[in-house]
């Protein structure tokens, strides 16, 4: 009847709706981060199963810190020898971690804890274990303090998710909406194989992490907000006390806060924001520094670190010293370290793997670098939304003069510490990433992105992190670690053998040291144990591709356990079917009789001397 009002109606009924493309869309892209978070903890959780017990570096010092906060609940004195003996080698760390995760230990067990280890005498002779792993407790579901260390890498792995949901929110508010390269960015940090690794270990990183980034992320929010709120000032000060209680080498917040600050609001504002800045971080940061000054004369404990707790690894560098060092070794060890160093940066990944991630890193960071010489690309960024770029140019610049500042003193290439800036770095390369990339094209490449540093992040923890720690003995039977030389190729139609006696019950590994020549070698490897007494009758045979075989390493051969191996000899013997002069691999042996209880032989006739080799047993 009145067409007009009717369609009106109709048009604000529409208008009325939810935008239904809008929403799905929103709900895919969050999905996606759901889904990144979700591989991220899943795939922290692999590597902590993978790595044993105080394995990765320093753990046990961090574990024994937090033990110290649970048994004592006090900072520990540094003038007091046993107070200092009884925190351990990490009590120079500052407190915040450490006290947190004590409390959480008092209330989760009792912390009189005791751990069975037995030191592994092959760790100077290619497997890089600090210990034997075996105890009933360290098998999954763990039992005992082994559960308790788990546990608390378990803490520290929700930490690391929660870090990349920080990240995450810096990279958002720096892309336009529902841009996907904030996920890429995420991505590109959370499948740093060095990242997945500490998160799922026992240390301090990555909660400074946390802090840092979330010191990062209110002071972007400050920056790109209308005027100069005092909320996100205190916001910005609370975190960055919270970074500065967690890890020194998150000093270089402090500046970078104030000129962050310094560059919004008129004089009056300034001062306000300034005060309440230095307030925030005097009331909840100051008292450690200003008692650390008080009762020491030292409010960074650098005299404390230098002197008592690690006075064997002060070098102290001139500046053209420092210039060779810098050149010579601490660049490549800071870069490879960046990505990925295992243990206590005694286990390396590849040299492809590091190119790998040195070039994909690098792709994104040049091309945003080479951006900011373009007219248009600059154009794409606000005055507003330059600030924070400024401001994340300067804390890179201030962090890295920090490490450097500290290696004229130690000599410590570490790129974790690198880390605090990780945040930043992810925007950088998100950003060169997407200026790369055509626009119809930006999800593909995301997607695609995301699921290559996964699927790498994968292939670390497979063939480096779960290879790095084999299945070590509970009891070890021969230990024949003498060697001056190897036995020569060993080819088709050749065969090497060795006899020895076993004096346990439940043998059941073999660890020979072999040489690959430092080259890929094509063929197999067979290993037979033999009954002495039988000698044509194996009791286990295992065939590995040479490939398997890492060049001046031992590597170890696992069968069932013999329950009656005590006092019996045996045998094992040794051959490649399939190799080629050229492509062959060899053992090392001694010349001299460095094992009483057997001997090695070379196509059945007897060598003077042993190889090189060690038996265990699971009891």
Not at 332 to 345: L, N
Not at 394 to 413: D, E
Not at 507 to 528: E, K, M, P, W
Not at 558 to 568: A, E, L, V, Y
């Amino acid at each position: 009847m009145f067409p007009m009002i009717d369609e009106q109606i109709e048009m604000k009924k529409a208008d009325d709706r939810p935008d239904r493309a809008g929403w799905n869309s929103r709900r895919i892209y969050f999905s996606v981060v759901g889904i990144l978070l979700l591989a991220f903890l899943v795939t922290a959780l692999f590597y902590s199963f993978s790595v044993p017990i105080f394995e990765a570096q320093d753990e046990s010092g961090h574990f024994f810190y937090i033990k110290y906060f649970a048994d004592h609940l006090k900072l520990p004195d540094y003038r007091d020898s046993s107070d200092l003996e009884a925190a351990g080698y990490q009590s120079h760390q500052l407190p915040l971690y450490y006290f947190v995760h004590g409390l959480i230990l008092k209330m989760m067990a009792d912390t009189d804890l005791e751990f069975e280890f037995y030191p592994n005498p092959l760790r100077s002779q290619g497997l890089p274990a600090l210990y034997f792993h075996n105890a009933p407790g360290e098998k999954f579901p763990f039992a005992g303090p082994y559960r308790i260390v788990h546990l608390l890498r378990l803490l520290n792995i929700f930490t690391g998710a929660l870090t990349l949901l920080v990240i995450y929110q810096i990279l958002r508010r720096m892309f336009p909406p529902d841009n996907p390269w904030p996920i890429a960015g995420t991505a590109f940090v959370g499948f740093l194989p060095q990242y997945t690794y500490l998160s799922a270990t026992v240390n301090n990183d990555i909660a400074a992490v946390l802090f840092t980034s979330l010191s990062l992320l209110f002071l972007t929010r400050f920056l790109l907000s209308d005027g100069a709120p005092l909320r996100q000032v205190l916001l910005m000060g609370v975190f960055v006390s919270l970074a500065l209680l967690s890890k020194q080498l998150a000093l270089f917040l402090v500046p970078v806060a104030y000129v962050a600050v310094s560059l919004k609001g008129d004089l009056r504002q300034k001062i306000l924001n300034w005060s309440a800045l230095s307030a925030a971080l005097a009331l909840l940061a100051g008292w450690y520094y200003f008692r650390n000054y008080l009762l020491f004369g030292d409010p960074l404990l650098r005299h404390v670190q230098e002197s008592e707790l690690f006075p064997i690894l002060v070098q102290r560098k001139t500046l053209p010293q420092f210039l060779t060092y810098f050149c010579n070794y601490f660049f490549q060890h800071f870069i490879r370290s960046f990505f990925g160093s295992f243990g206590y940066m005694t286990v390396w990944m590849s040299w492809n793997l590091y190119l790998f991630y040195s070039l994909a890193a690098g792709v994104g960071l040049a091309v945003f670098a080479a951006g900011l010489l373009d007219a248009e690309f600059r154009r794409r960024f606000s005055r507003k939304m330059k600030m924070p770029l400024v401001v994340f140019t300067l804390a890179i610049i201030v962090l890295m003069t920090q490490i450097l500042a500290v290696n004229l003193v130690y000599s410590q290439p570490q790129g974790r510490w690198a880390f605090g800036a990780l945040g930043i770095l992810a925007v950088f390369w998100a950003l060169g990433m997407e200026r790369l990339t055509a626009s119809s094209h930006q999800w593909k490449a995301v997607v695609a992105v995301s699921v290559v540093f996964f699927l790498v992040n994968l292939h670390v923890l497979q063939h480096t992190v779960r290879k790095a720690f084999p299945a070590m003995p509970a009891v070890v039977d021969v230990i024949q670690n003498q060697y001056q030389s190897h036995v020569g190729e060993l080819r088709m139609g050749m065969v090497v053998a060795q006899t020895f006696r076993s004096a346990i019950s439940g043998l059941d590994r073999v660890a020979v040291r072999f040489t690959t020549f430092g080259q890929y070698v094509n063929s197999h490897i067979v290993f037979h144990l033999r009954d002495a007494e039988k000698p044509d009758q194996d009791i286990a045979m295992i065939q590995i591709p040479a490939a398997h075989v890492k060049n001046e390493t031992f590597h170890i051969f696992t069968f069932n356990p013999q329950p009656d191996s005590k006092g019996r000899a045996y045998i094992f013997y040794i051959e490649s079917p399939n190799a080629q002069k050229g492509d062959a691999i060899s053992l090392y042996y001694t010349e001299f009789d460095s094992y009483p209880g057997g001997r090695a032989f070379f196509n059945g006739k007897p060598l003077r001397g042993d190889l090189t080799f060690v038996t265990g047993g699971s009891s």
